[in-house]
Every structure is written in C-alpha cells, then in structure tokens.
C-alpha cells in the first residue's frame, strides 16, 4: 500500500506506478468516488465516445468504395453472426 502525503494546499501527487495502474498519463483525468465508509474509489476518467469521432475512422485504410446494398448486406451478415 502506498502512502500519500498530503500538502498544505490539500493536494497529494501519486506515484508513477498507481497511475500506470490506473492507465492514466500527463493531462489526464481521474474520477473519484466517495463511498459511505470513508473509502474514496479512484479510475481513470474516460471520455464517452461520439457518432463525430467514430465517423470517419476507417476513412483512407481502403480504397474500395462498397455501395449502399453491400454495406447493408455486410450489416445484416454481421448481425447475423456470419462473416
């Protein structure tokens, strides 16, 4: 267990090790809980992701250009558990 000295301005600094732990690097967030026994749970903020960042993910890794009915037929194969 690792112990936290806190400074006179309430701030403490958590070893490298905890927050390599946590996977949380420089400029990173962390949440925190308190729970009712004094307790306080620690985890790495992660930012919910959106429709913007996924649109355009695979943009540039083909150069194929599928249609609309083989999109929607890949995507019901998909669904449907085939490859």
């Known amino acids: 267990m690792a112990t936290l000295t806190v400074t006179a301005r309430g701030q403490v600094t958590f070893r490298k090790d905890i927050l390599q732990h946590l996977g949380v690097r420089p400029g990173e967030k962390i949440e925190s809980d308190k729970l009712p026994d004094g307790?306080?749970?620690?985890?790495?903020?992660r930012p919910a992701g959106t429709i913007e960042d996924f649109?355009?993910?695979?943009?540039?890794?083909?150069?194929?250009?599928?249609?609309?009915?083989?999109?929607?037929?890949?995507?019901?194969a998909g669904w449907a558990g085939e490859k």
């Open 39 to 45: 307790r306080v749970l620690l985890r790495a903020a």
């Open 55 to 76: 649109l355009g993910l695979l943009a540039g890794k083909t150069k194929k250009v599928a249609t609309l009915d083989e999109i929607n037929q890949a995507a019901a």
